[in-house]
């Protein structure tokens, strides 16, 4: 193996540090997370994972489409530190800090989104975006998707349209109306991609015709399925969907926690086709690692709220918004999302590539550095191989590849890099993708 390489793995997984602190953990952390490579992170830089054992491996995670700027980007570390020194926590208050972070990040979104408001989780935007939307209009009805992931809280799990964070907790909120979300490899319908909108706009008015009590607030929808299986609807679905809203004259969310900060070659998602929303959640990509995300909507929408209606202890605290500001700068001086753009064209193009020569690789996906692996045993039935997608993840751990998996069959392998990685190191990982996947026909 050539001796430049940046990823090496010298222990069985997990290596003996790594097996003694998961053991730990287990005894005293509950085991309430999903599956993953046996993996304990030490430190990372850019693209590059260090573990507590020593192995290096390339990251395509980014924690969970987090650390879009890459691992401890030295100007936020810098930032960061500066603002711990200086000031961890206040309530409520203003401070340079969070009036510098509110400007920049009013000044990055579409003009029409001219107010923010700083929280915690991306959980809290979202369930802050369905109250919004329930205060502004009167109405208690949202209109959710089958397949979409807004969080783990009690309304943002409701209007989410997957089961398992609602399997088992008795009744959800009520006042959701959920319909299908296009899913293009699984389509139940003939005629491509227009077929495919046609519908599900038309299962949109049906459902909304046999099921609304007549009290419909809003919509609430990702730009594209993350957790579902990063599933992206053919372009012309949103825009339908707004308009849909629109003629309605309720109000569109777009539940952006995932999608922005350049993580589709785009800023926004929503930037793909000129869509309006009347407010969005934005989380993750945000603090690049610092927990804060935000609610940002057009003033006279988030303006229906009073005063003392929406707080949190830690929102808007100013390391968080000395966080937000950085990011944005970095961003912004680093062309960041032009790097994603064409960074991403080049790694569909391989994986596409891969997929011809792969038994099992059944679909390729996504846009700039967001797209989804479909696993499948048989490319003919496209049968959902979830084992073999965790086996995969395994494998490409060995390999010096870092993976993780999402899918409501839990088969899609998540590909989303940090947007800084670099040439060689994409060239690195998709060889081991490629090595991986087809040692798995072996
Ligand atoms: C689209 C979307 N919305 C909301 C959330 C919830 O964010 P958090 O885990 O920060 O509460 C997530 C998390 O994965 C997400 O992907």
Redesign the pocket.
């Known amino acids: 193996m050539a001796t430049n390489r940046l990823t090496h793995v010298s222990t069985p997984l997990p290596g003996p540090k790594s097996a003694e602190l998961i053991e730990r953990w287990h005894r005293v952390e509950a085991d309430t997370t999903g599956f993953q490579a046996p993996v304990v992170w030490d430190s990372a830089e850019g693209a590059a994972v260090t573990d507590v054992d020593g192995n290096r491996y390339i990251d395509w995670t980014s924690g ?2 987090v650390t879009n700027l890459g691992h401890c980007h030295p100007k936020l570390v810098e930032v960061v530190r500066a603002a711990a020194g200086r000031l961890i926590n206040n309530y409520e208050c203003p401070t340079e800090s969070r009036v510098l972070a509110a400007e920049a990040l009013v000044a990055h979104l579409p003009r029409h989104l001219d107010k923010c408001f700083f929280l915690t ?6 369930e802050a975006c369905i109250r919004i939307m329930k205060r502004k209009t009167g109405c208690f009805e949202v209109v959710g998707f089958h397949g979409s ?4 809280t009690f309304a ?1 799990a409701s209007v989410g349209g997957l089961a398992g964070p609602k399997r088992g907790y008795g009744p959800s909120a009520p006042g959701v109306i959920r319909v299908p979300y296009p899913y293009l490899y699984r389509s139940p319908v003939g005629g491509g991609e227009e077929g495919l909108i046609d519908y599900c706009m038309t299962m949109l008015e049906e459902t909304v015709r046999s099921c609304s009590a007549g009290s419909l607030a809003g919509v609430m929808v ?1 730009p594209y399925l ?2 579902a299986g990063f599933i992206f609807p053919p372009i012309g679905y949103l825009k339908a969907l707004e308009q849909w809203a629109r003629d309605r004259g309720i109000l569109f969310a777009l ?1 952006e ?3 922005s900060y350049g993580r589709t070659g785009r800023m926004w998602a929503m930037e793909w086709e000129d869509l309006k929303p009347d407010l969005i ?1 934005i ?2 990509g945000i603090g690049n690692g610092i927990p804060t ?1 935000a609610v940002a909507a057009r003033g006279e929408v988030i303006g229906c709220l009073g005063k003392g209606e929406m707080s949190s202890t830690a929102g808007g605290n100013p390391v968080s918004c000395a966080a937000v500001s950085a990011v944005l700068e970095v961003m912004d001086s680093e062309n960041i999302v032009e790097k994603a753009r064409r960074m991403g064209e080049l790694i569909k193009d391989r994986l596409l590539g891969i997929q011809e020569k792969s038994r099992f690789l059944g679909d390729v996906r996504g846009m700039g550095m967001v797209m989804g692996l479909e696993l499948v045993t048989d490319k003919k039935t496209k049968a959902p191989a979830a084992d073999l997608t965790k086996q995969l993840i395994c494998r490409c751990a060995e390999n010096g590849l870092l993976v993780g998996s999402v899918g409501i069959f839990g088969n899609v392998i998540r590909v989303a890099p940090p947007l800084t990685i670099s040439e060689a190191a994409a060239d690195e990982s998709l060889e081991i993708m490629e090595r991986s996947l087809l040692s798995l026909q072996d």
């Open positions: 969970v489409l989780t991306g959980s809290e935007a979202t992931f807004h969080g783990r943002a990702e993350g957790s539940d926690v995932q999608s959640a989380g993750k995300s």
